[in-house]
């Protein structure tokens, strides 16, 4: 029975982990090239879930068109974001640009109820793999389009980042942002396609986790609240340690929420953030500036 209940949170766990890791990719992407917390990427994922839910209706979207689709409109919606944020407040206090992304957080929230209002919305699955079965793991349809839609992202972005002449732009300026432009690079520009990767990559995990939670006026803050969790215990640097992050905190989402209840796994999944806050090491980059 325990290895039953067990398989059962690994499965859901795994594929809520694989929509935090994608997440916490895009606050990764933001933190690393601006040193701020973007707490509008959980609208991100809202926005770009709608979007495509009403394209899906208008249109016949096949798994090719839907994925370019989501990708196009997540990385503009990224970019739109920026250009309303940070960057028309650039030499803004760290406090003052964070809180922008706070009340952009909620206006876009109020937008997508104006259009879509606030029943829930089922967004159909455009990209289906079958369940996956090995001894007592079983994973289902939906965690396996998950996982498979998640690694491919981590996979296509690594590549970008270190095969790439903008990535290895973006590279430098997460580790030094004045020695990247002594070297010609703009790190204005690199901060903008970082926030239109994080769209990108919000927009991915909308598709994700759309046929599984339907879409929601409000679940962009919960979702970008537990990317910002996978994220810090990822500790920001690495993409696949960033990415585990996502995947361990849904697995232990699932087991809280069989062993307790789903409001007991809200309360307790803050309070690993909150003891991160408390306990985990500063960046080095962020020691410097305090």
Same mark, same amino acid.
């Given at each position: 029975m325990f290895a039953l209940y067990l398989a059962q949170a690994v499965n859901s766990g795994l594929a809520l982990g694989?929509? !935090?890791?994608?997440? =916490? &990719?895009?606050f990764s992407l933001v933190y690393n090239s601006s040193r701020l917390i973007n707490f509008a990427q959980g609208e991100l994922l809202l926005l770009g879930g709608l979007v495509l839910y009403s394209l899906s209706q208008a249109l016949e979207l096949g798994p090719v068109t839907a994925l370019l689709a989501t990708g196009v409109f997540g990385f503009v919606l990224g970019h739109a974001l920026y250009a309303s944020t940070l960057g028309v407040m650039l030499g803004a206090q760290p406090l003052r640009q964070l809180m922008l992304t706070v009340a952009a957080s909620l206006v876009w929230q109020g937008a997508a109820i104006l259009v879509w209002g606030k029943n829930? #919305?089922? #967004?159909?699955?455009?990209?289906?793999?079958?369940?996956f079965r090995a001894g007592p793991l079983f994973l289902g349809g939906n965690t396996v389009t998950a996982l498979v839609l998640s690694v491919a992202s981590v996979?296509? &972005?690594?590549?970008? &980042?270190? #095969?790439?002449?903008?990535?290895? =732009?973006i590279r430098a300026v997460s580790m030094n942002a004045l020695a990247a432009r002594l070297q010609g690079v703009n790190p204005v520009r690199v901060q903008a396609l970082s926030f239109a990767l994080s769209g990108m990559l919000a927009a991915l995990a909308a598709m994700a986790i759309g046929p599984q939670t339907m879409l929601r006026y409000d679940m962009g803050f919960g979702l970008? #609240?537990?990317?910002?969790?996978? =994220?810090?215990?990822?500790? !920001? @640097?690495?993409? @696949?340690?960033?990415?585990?992050?996502?995947?361990?905190?849904?697995?232990?989402? =699932?087991? $809280?929420?069989?062993?307790? @209840?789903?409001?007991?796994?809200?309360? &307790?999944?803050?309070?690993? $953030?909150?003891?991160?806050?408390? $306990?985990a090491p500063l960046p080095q980059n962020l020691k410097q500036k305090v």
């Open positions: 694989a929509v !935090y890791g994608l997440m =916490a &990719l895009g829930p #919305l089922k #967004l159909e699955q455009f990209v289906v793999f079958p369940p996979a296509v &972005l690594s590549a970008f &980042l270190t #095969l790439t002449r903008t990535g290895r =732009a970008g #609240l537990k990317g910002f969790v996978a =994220a810090t215990l990822g500790g !920001y @640097s690495s993409l @696949s340690r960033v990415f585990a992050g996502g995947l361990f905190l849904g697995v232990v989402e =699932a087991c $809280l929420t069989l062993a307790f @209840s789903a409001d007991l796994k809200e309360t &307790l999944t803050y309070t690993i $953030l909150v003891a991160l806050m408390m $306990l």
